[in-house]
């Protein structure tokens, strides 16, 4: 079994900062990509960033810049820190894991970035 479990979330004004932290835990015993989603009710849950073992990465044009995604692979641990929050960067964000042959989601954790 596996456990991805999200932390970091909140309420922040317009201009702050989040860092936001997901572990997984279980039978992983290799992470190939770890990254960041986010959905907002009546869109798409669209891709944030990703990240491979090895330190590549991707963003999506509308975070990149503002957005650093990170991993401890040591902890089996992403992280997204996210600077100049817009009032359109509200989601809910989904931790994923991807493994040679599996796909895994955290719980979600709510972003709330008030103007």
């Known amino acids: 079994q596996v456990q991805l479990v999200e932390s970091g979330g909140g309420l922040v004004q317009a201009g702050g900062s989040l860092r936001l932290s997901c572990a997984a835990s279980g039978t992983i015993f290799s992470i190939h990509n770890m990254g960041w989603y986010r959905h907002v009710p009546g869109k798409q849950r669209d891709l944030v960033a990703t990240?491979?073992?090895?330190?590549?990465?991707v963003y999506a044009g509308t975070v990149k810049g503002r957005f650093t995604i990170s991993r401890d692979n040591a902890k089996n641990t992403v992280y997204l820190q996210m600077n100049s929050l817009k009032p359109e960067d509200t989601a809910v964000y989904y931790c994923?894991?991807?493994?040679?042959?599996?796909?895994?989601w955290g719980q979600g954790t709510q972003v709330t970035v008030s103007s």
């Open positions: 994923n894991v991807e493994t040679q042959y599996n796909t895994y």
């Open positions: 990240a491979t073992r090895g330190g590549d990465t």
